[in-house]
């Protein structure tokens, strides 16, 4: 027996004064109504109501009961309406967990435009380097995985870019540019080492023939596990370093950063949205999602724009 449906059947029965009356209010049929509160006073040991040909009325055990029911039948609909708020609302904390890099070159600069649009929504974030993140334990999840990522998760993919090589203008002034991946070798490089790896060569491929891969081995000037050092050493000129396309977007549209080596790319990379789940998503995930998305691909599409016309002239 569902007591929880049962309940509201006998509250119904009880409101409207009889059982085919409570059938037509919930749209069941009579012989069901007759026979959940039959099943309900059985599990009770007692009866709830006095029958007649004419009417029914409640027992004095049934007036205790309802008054009851009636409360815990109220606290329920209030526990819906708090949980339902929690998915419906544009209010309240959303809980995002992400890689340090993501961080900071693509939640950190949508900030500001996201709060302004949503001023009821606390964005409470988590930067940590995780193997496999706690995904169950946040509301959105923000993962940068290689592009064939495949995972038993629930996911969505924000973009999907490529990496690319780039420098300073003042080091294209100072140095020079590479006309051919090999002459990589005759420049100060910068690299990004992967953790608990050797540092391997400079693998480069046309993104319109991926299978033809050159191996370039460079002797960087500078090695380091972490994005943000490599960036700002190369927007203050030290070098040529790799890094995708949707996070030096913005640098490239203000020229702060010119590609290097164009068409060449030496890798592609996704950004993944991770959910708890399918069901019952928030409405503040929802558009926090669909903003996430919304300004990254439209910095990609500026940086595209830029990389087009530097080639076109």
């Known amino acids: 027996m569902d007591r929880l449906l049962a309940m509201q059947i006998f509250e119904r029965v009880a409101n409207e004064g009889g059982f085919a009356a409570a059938a037509r209010a919930l749209d069941i049929s009579p012989p069901v109504v007759t026979r959940v509160v039959a099943e309900l006073e059985a599990h009770l040991g007692t009866r709830l109501f006095h029958r007649t040909t004419r009417r029914v009325a409640l027992t004095e055990a049934g007036e205790a009961y309802l008054a009851r029911v009636r409360q815990i039948l109220q606290d329920v609909d209030e526990a819906d309406s708090i949980a339902s708020a929690h998915t419906h609302e544009l209010a309240g904390r959303l809980r995002v967990s992400t890689q340090p890099v993501l961080a900071s070159y693509v939640i950190a600069p949508l900030l500001s435009g996201f709060r302004q649009r949503h001023p009821g929504i606390v964005v409470d974030i988590d930067v940590e380097t995780h193997r496999n993140p706690p995904i169950e334990d946040y509301d959105l999840t923000l993962l940068g995985v290689g592009a064939g990522f495949d995972a038993d998760i629930v996911a969505r993919k924000v973009i999907e870019s490529d990496v690319i090589l780039v420098a300073s203008p003042d080091y294209v002034v100072r140095k020079g540019v590479p006309n051919a991946p090999a002459d990589l070798v005759q420049h100060e490089c910068l690299r990004l080492k992967q953790p608990d790896e050797p540092l391997r060569a400079w693998q480069l491929w046309r993104d319109s023939s991926p299978k033809n891969i050159i191996d370039v ?38 020229g702060e950063m010119v590609r290097i080596l164009a068409p060449w790319i030496t890798g592609q990379l996704a950004m993944y949205a991770a959910l708890p789940s399918r069901k019952f998503i928030p409405q503040r995930s929802r558009v926090f999602l669909d903003y996430l998305v919304e300004h990254t691909r439209a910095q990609n599409d500026k940086a595209l724009k830029v990389l087009s016309e530097s080639v076109e002239h």
């Open 217 to 254: 081995h460079v002797e960087p000037v500078l090695i380091a596990n972490h994005t943000d050092t490599l960036l700002r050493a190369a927007l203050d000129g030290a070098g040529i370093t790799s890094i995708a396309l949707d996070i030096i977007a913005p640098y490239l549209a203000r």
